[in-house]
């Protein structure tokens, strides 16, 4: 597996405030025009949607994606499997409080990707778990 971090990025909003949000992905659907619009993902990331557990969109170059929240760890951990994916991969939003109102946030995707593979979309992965992480920082919590 290959992994992949996004950097911690910093939410000024308690811990468990921002768990709650991402832990319910419905509550993401109001972002996604700045998720579609954000500079990393601009043009690669199309027809995004969410429901409680999952997420879709059609992510370039790999086509249709999803994730399913597998498991949920109040206010530390939420964890992700893919769905209709053709590469298999698990997702992990790490969530630390670092002050009251202060919480800082990771983003840890591991693929299983082959070595043909690996060139070709590791530098996409990269570019969309950094695009999510600064997305998702930048939410009005």
Known sequence: MTTFESSIK???AAQEVVYQKMADLSNL???VSQIEQN???KGKVKNVRFDVDS???S????GEL???IIDREPYKTIKFEPENSPLQFNLWIQLVSKEP???KMKITP???IGFMMKGLVSKPLQKFVDGLADAIERFPF
Do not use: M
């Open 66 to 68: 999803g994730i399913r």
């Open 55 to 57: 997420c879709h969109a």
């Open 101 to 103: 109102y202060v919480t």
């Open 39 to 41: 500079e990393h993902l």
């Open 10 to 12: 910093t939410i000024n």
């Open 59 to 62: 992510i370039e170059p790999l």
């Open 110 to 112: 591991k693929a299983d």
């Open 29 to 31: 659907q109001q972002y």
